[in-house]
């Protein structure tokens, strides 16, 4: 009984599982080629033999993890917030920052969305469904779902207003406001992700919960230059080959900026209201900077490493070879 409840708990528990499967492997794969060697070659030579052809193996794996960043990796890339600062940006802690325009000093995206002939936003941020869209809905639930439509459209963001049509906030200048650029939504997902978690992991800001905020928009400065619109051949070969041949990467910086919302009653039954900015309340924005990480450091240090012990364990074998030939002379020296 004892030994049928550890059998089965080897065979429930996924760590134990694994762990005796890759026991297992090493000692009959590579402990079956250690036992050929050793009994063909004695086994000093075999072990050394043995542990030579493994850290040439390890050389090589780890070169394919360093070069695909693969296998043992290090730390991944991701995004350190250095400073959370709540209303004017001309007071922030980041120099770099502070060029950044205030959020009150450019357009919202609804009055961009006016103030322009852009087809494409008109159509998604500046129109209401109609009844001859919706012919099921009584006259009521129609006027519901216009002012919900309407509400959708007057609290579009900069960011999402980006992604939908990029051209038309290029030509408003949010592409360049002081070296700062609007990232639309599709690219803003990571910081945007870092951001929320920073903001609830500091309850002194007074935020509990992400229902408080809204995430408003995305900026992003420095790093590796980008690609220009529309590139030719020649651009994405050239910005390729200049790219990968910087040695040093620029500090790159994001601000993702909130604003809490006002407390709206949840009616039992719908969806729940769109949120709606406190305009009375300031806005936070947190400053990060990229931290590139290590993916390709730890494959990197165990090909230097095992480089070296597999060079080291060749010149163990070429130093036998030589002091066995030389004794071999001697031997056949004083046969003559």
């Given at each position: 009984m004892?030994?049928?409840a550890t059998l089965a708990g080897i065979a429930w528990d996924p760590n134990i599982a694994a762990t005796l499967a890759v026991l297992t492997g090493v000692v009959v794969l590579m402990g079956s080629v250690w036992f050929l060697l050793?009994?063909?070659?004695?086994i000093r030579v075999g072990t050394l033999l043995a542990f030579a052809a493994f850290f040439g193996w390890m050389f090589i794996m780890s070169?394919?993890?360093?070069?695909?960043?693969?296998?043992?990796?290090g730390d991944s890339p991701s995004w350190q917030t250095v400073d959370i600062n709540v209303g004017d940006l001309r007071v922030?802690?980041?120099a770099k920052a502070r060029d950044l325009p205030n959020p009150d000093e450019l357009n919202t995206g609804y009055e961009l969305v006016i103030l322009s002939d852009n087809a494409r936003a008109t159509a998604e941020f500046d129109s209401l469904p109609t009844a001859a869209d919706n012919p099921d809905l009584s006259a009521d639930e129609l006027s519901a779902l216009q002012a919900d439509r309407q509400v959708r459209n007057e609290t579009v963001t900069r960011s999402e207003l980006a992604a939908v049509s990029p051209d038309m906030t290029e030509a408003a200048g949010w592409h360049d406001l002081?070296?700062?650029?609007?990232?639309?939504?599709t690219e803003a997902g990571d910081s945007q992700a870092q951001a929320v978690a920073d903001i609830l992991a500091h309850p002194d800001i007074g935020f509990v919960s992400a229902a408080e905020f809204k995430l408003l928009d995305a900026y992003s400065t420095g790093g590796k230059p980008r690609l220009a619109e529309n590139p030719s051949r020649i651009d994405r070969i050239t910005h390729w080959?200049?790219?990968?041949a910087r040695i040093t990467h620029p500090t790159r910086y994001s601000v993702v900026q909130l604003q809490r919302v006002l407390d709206q009653p949840t009616i039992p039954g719908e969806a729940p209201p769109r949120p709606i900015v406190d305009e009375a309340e300031p806005v936070v924005s947190v400053i990060m900077v990229r931290d590139l990480g290590s993916v390709?450091?730890?494959p990197a240090l165990v090909m230097v490493g095992s480089l070296m012990v597999f060079l080291a364990l060749c010149y163990w074998l070429h130093v036998r070879d030589r002091e066995d030939m030389a004794r071999r002379k001697e031997f056949e020296a004083a046969r003559a």
């Open positions: 004892g030994i049928s050793t009994t063909n070659s004695g070169t394919t993890w360093w070069m695909y960043g693969k296998g043992w990796q922030s802690g980041l002081n070296g700062w650029r609007l990232l639309p939504t080959i200049s790219n990968s390709r450091l730890r």
